[in-house]
């Protein structure tokens, strides 16, 4: 069952106008970050990692939360509308199996957006001249972004559900990599969902040491807890009013 709802919600994706945003949105913050760390070469000074920081610092707090906010909101969109919710929860589909699929949806959403951040990165150090060779690390910064951006997703599949509307989700991704911006600069970034894709992407700090076992169990923890909350919430709907 799940490997049939999930080839549904593919079919769904595939001509959806929604992809345009992961073409588009990681532009801006590949295109910011560059330009910063060119006009401050005297300070960024330690070539592929200060640019990192500066990609990083734009994507993982304003960007992506929006970015994974438009996905999930879309992903609920056509449930919203009409009466799709009922053909959903009238479907001989387990009410999880439901949700899980569109959660791996979303989660795979998450690494391509960690895959088209390394793509931009290394293009623009090689547009920037960055000399010296890449991080050991850039593979684990990607793992454990798109690790933390799943938690983000869990999160915003959980609010796109409640709130109905389109634009309400959105805009709460984005106050909530603010948020997660904040937290992480206080040392309290494992108890933020956002912020935990700050710090797996390390952020604005690429020798940032992580503690992976905190961190998994962070991500794990805000993954079961909101998948739990979104999957009683669609169990507790009304059919007909919801």
Known sequence: MLLRALRSEGMKCRRSPVWAVFLVLPLFPA?????NYLGNLEILDNGWYSLWSQHTIFSASFFMPAQFGVFCAWQWRL?????????LMTAPVPVRDLYWSKFLLAAGVAVLGQVCIGVLYLLSGQLAGVS???PLQLAGWMFFGALGGMAVCAVQLFLSLVIRSFAPPVALGLVGGIAGLVMTSQGAGLYCPYSLLCLGM????????????PFVLACGVCIALFSFLTIRCMAGRDVTTG
């Not at 295109?31 to 330009?35: A, Y």
């Not at 390390?202 to 076992?213: C, D, H, I, K, M």
Request: proline fraction near 3%; glycine fraction near 14%.
């Open 202 to 213: 390390r952020a604005n700090n690429p020798n940032l040491s992580l503690e992976v076992g």
């Open 31 to 35: 295109i910011m970050g560059t330009l």
């Open 132 to 134: 010296g060779g890449l």
């Open 79 to 87: 449930e919203h509308t009409d009466h799709n919710w009922n053909s």
